[in-house]
């Protein structure tokens, strides 16, 4: 027992310090490290070791609020590598499948092979909770790993340099991986336990976080299938498509509902004007309607860098919303911003008049105000830091007393899963299926809608501005609509807007002759603007760059400013968008160590 007690206190010692020296102990190869049979043998060894996947594998600050700047709604200051003509993404530099890109499968393997012993010495209860919590977290993986390459090799075993048939295995088809991800998550849902110990503060793996997940991952798989003719992988027809397809919206749709019916969570609705926000600002998770986050703390200095990366115009990507988006938000009265006749000319003093609430709880608004120095007043747009005058605020603090804007000091604890998700996950999943109604509206869309200080009206006709953006792939009224309310509500979480565009075959969205970067309406290109009412002059195109001014060209190269036809501003960057890029190469050196991969079909001359 003295061995086993030394081993508890490194394993402690390793998960209560620093994610680097979790890392050192993940990246090993634990059947080397630790000795299964002197560990193991209680339920506090599968707390500690599954512990040690939450420090691991838990997304980061950066991930969580600032992977989604890529997306069709937002303008950057230099697009990714994927985007850009002169882009270096290739498979002789594609990363993602080295030996630590896999270790994390080969931990999650090891424990549920090992734990085996456990079996008779805890109760099935607990010991069913934690193969959930691991096949949870190899579904995580899975997921990720599909998202990016397509087909790969499934492992369900710790995979050991030796075992040569294992590491010179082919890849497994991309609908037998998925079906294996969907037993992982239906298992997880089943058994990991929702007492308080394992739901409390909303950072453990526990029932509910596995049905978000399943939730999600059932959404995505349901709509690429539908969506993609071929698998992008092989280039062939899927297998049974649509069967399989209505499979994963129905089980959607099933772990959606389950979360629904739980009584467990509802949307924070106490302030309209301040209550979606909150959920990105609180420095604790609010867990009335987040199902899983990360917890951040001034107090313990645990500490990320939202507010720096999202101000700075150096350390940042200069990340602005696009007017083309900002112009999907409805009015209060349920209507379209555009089926005024006039939305092409109201400046931006007054766009955010009578629109949903979230859109000044998304971006900087005319009434926004930052505190500097102690001294609280209306802010604009910084022109160093903005392209279209639509800065994002959503993950950001108001508050830069402690330097939040040039340093990684933000304390704030950043949602993962949210009940809204689900909602719209639901929704999204019956419209699809063909069973959306006013019921399903009711309980879905009409709640986020009505959150926002909107007028839910059930949609009969399809709003042509969306039809238009969709470039003319989507009619149905309802499909639309919930395109509109996620890219709204989930806006900048998550890569969702990225994952969104890739499930429904929308690349082409992020191609700039397709979707320019526009910004806001300038009336007049000689005349400066106070842009929020506080006597000083906000924006103006000038011979300099400022904080308050642009400088235009008329020859619209990379980098630029222009103002265009309708007289909106517009961030020039040629992007490029062709069907090989929905999945990435699998790299030449994995196929170098392994010639049975092969190449994602797409990738093959390239």
């Not at 709604?73 to 697009?79: F, T, W």
Request: hydrophobic share 35%; with cysteine.
């Amino acid at each position: 027992m003295k061995k086993k007690n030394i081993i508890h206190t490194i394993l402690l010692g390793l998960l209560l310090t620093s994610t680097v020296s979790c890392k050192k102990y993940f990246d090993r190869d634990t059947y080397d490290s630790i000795s299964s049979d002197k560990f193991f043998e209680s339920e506090s060894d599968l707390e500690l070791y599954a512990n040690g996947f939450i420090q691991k594998m838990v997304p980061s600050a950066t991930t969580i609020g600032y992977s989604d700047i890529n997306a069709d709604y937002c303008a950057v200051n230099i697009p990714h590598d994927l985007l850009r003509a002169d882009g270096n993404i290739s498979p002789g530099n594609q990363g993602g499948w080295t030996e630590s890109s896999w270790s994390n499968l080969r931990n999650i393997n090891y424990m549920l092979v090992n734990m085996v012993k456990l079996k008779g010495k805890v109760s099935n209860e607990v010991y069913n909770h934690y193969e959930g919590v691991a096949r949870f977290w190899r579904a995580w993986f899975y997921f990720d790993k599909v998202k990016t390459f397509g087909a790969v090799p499934y492992y369900d075993y710790v995979l050991k340099s030796s075992d040569t048939e294992a590491t010179s295995k082919a890849r497994d088809s991309r609908e037998f991986v998925m079906d294996k991800v969907l037993e992982d998550l239906n298992f997880a849902a089943q058994n990991c336990l929702a007492t308080d110990k394992f739901k409390g503060d909303g950072s453990v793996i526990n029932k509910y976080v596995a049905l978000a997940f399943k939730s999600r991952v059932c959404l995505f798989e349901g709509s690429y299938r539908k969506y993609h003719q071929v698998d992008p992988s092989t280039g062939n027809a899927w297998v049974n498509s649509q069967t399989a397809s209505n499979k994963f919206f129905n089980e959607a749709v099933s772990a959606s509902e389950l979360l629904m019916g739980s009584n467990v969570f509802s949307l924070v609705d106490v302030d309209k004007e301040k209550s979606y926000r909150s959920l990105f600002t609180s420095e604790k998770l609010l867990t009335a309607e987040v199902i899983w986050g990360r917890y951040f703390s001034k107090d313990l200095s645990i500490l990320h860098d939202l507010s720096w990366v999202y101000y700075s115009p150096t350390y940042g990507s200069k990340v602005s919303l696009t007017k083309r988006f900002v112009n999907t938000y409805l009015m209060k009265d349920g209507k379209p911003f555009t089926d005024k006749a006039n939305y092409k000319t109201i400046p931006y003093t007054q766009e955010f008049t009578d629109r949903d609430t979230r859109l000044a709880q998304t971006v900087i608004s005319p009434s926004y105000k930052m505190t500097n120095n102690g001294t609280t007043a209306l802010y604009a747009p910084n022109w160093l830091v903005t392209r279209t005058g639509y800065h994002p605020i959503k993950f950001s603090l108001d508050n830069n007393a402690d330097n939040i804007l040039s340093r990684a000091a933000s304390w704030n604890s950043l949602p993962i899963f949210r009940f809204a998700e689900i909602l719209l996950n639901f929704a999204e999943a019956k419209a699809e299926l063909g069973q959306f109604g006013l019921p399903e509206w009711n309980k879905s869309i009409a709640l986020l809608r009505t959150r926002a200080g909107v007028t839910p009206v059930f949609p009969t006709t399809a709003d042509s501005y969306l039809v238009n953006y969709y470039q003319n792939t989507i009619n149905d009224p309802l499909i639309l609509e919930v395109r509109r309310e996620r890219a709204i509500e989930m806006c900048l979480e998550m890569e969702l807007r990225w994952d969104d565009l890739m499930r429904w075959h929308m690349g082409d969205l992020l191609n700039s002759s397709n979707n320019p970067w526009t910004g806001m309406y300038i009336p007049n290109k000689s005349q400066s603007y106070d842009l929020n009412g506080d006597g000083q002059i906000d924006f103006e195109i000038g011979t300099s760059e400022s904080v308050k001014s642009i400088v235009v060209s008329s020859s619209n190269v990379n980098q630029s400013f222009s103002i265009n036809a309708d007289n909106n501003l517009v961030w020039n960057y040629q992007r490029v968008w062709a069907e090989y890029k929905y999945l990435r190469p699998i790299p030449t050196e994995a196929i170098i160590r392994n010639p049975n991969l092969t190449q994602n079909y797409l990738w093959k001359n390239k």
